[in-house]
Nanobody
Framework: QVQLVESGGGLVQAGGSLRLSCAAS?????MGWFRQAPGKEREFVAA????????NFADSVKGRFTISRDNAKNTVYLHANSLKSEDTAVYYC???????????????????WGQGTQVTVSS
């Protein structure tokens, strides 16, 4: 069983930046970020495969967010730039234990989930 712990959320003004971190307690393959705003369903944000070569992004964050990972630290990062009020949500980290080349967008592809970290963007 892998545990995921997110950090780095907070309150930021529109146009600002945040770096979210997710530390895993063990080895993981693909890792992803999802978010859920009040009254909305959880949605995909970004994913990265084991090697870090393959990434996927939601259209809503392309060009503004990047994702990276440090396998030596079992940690994935979400670099959120040019933040907008519509980025306000609880951000969840997810991980899976197989699939070296995959960076899936479907939440069903992930076995492990963190507790979430709140990101609030003020306009």
């Amino acid at each position: 069983q892998v545990q995921l712990v997110e950090s780095g959320g907070g309150l930021v003004q529109a146009g600002g930046s945040l770096r979210l971190s997710c530390a895993a307690s063990g080895r993981t393959y693909a890792m992803g970020w999802f978010r859920q705003a009040p009254g909305k369903e959880r949605e995909f944000v970004a994913a990265i495969n084991r090697s870090g070569v393959r990434t996927n992004f939601a259209d809503s964050v392309k060009g503004r967010f990047t994702i990276s990972r440090d396998n030596a630290k079992n940690t994935v990062y979400l670099h959120a730039n040019s933040l907008k009020s519509e980025d306000t949500a609880v951000y969840y980290c997810a991980a899976r234990s197989s699939g070296y080349f995959d960076a899936p967008q479907a939440h069903q592809s992930y076995e492990y989930w963190g507790q979430g970290t709140q990101v609030t963007v003020s306009s």
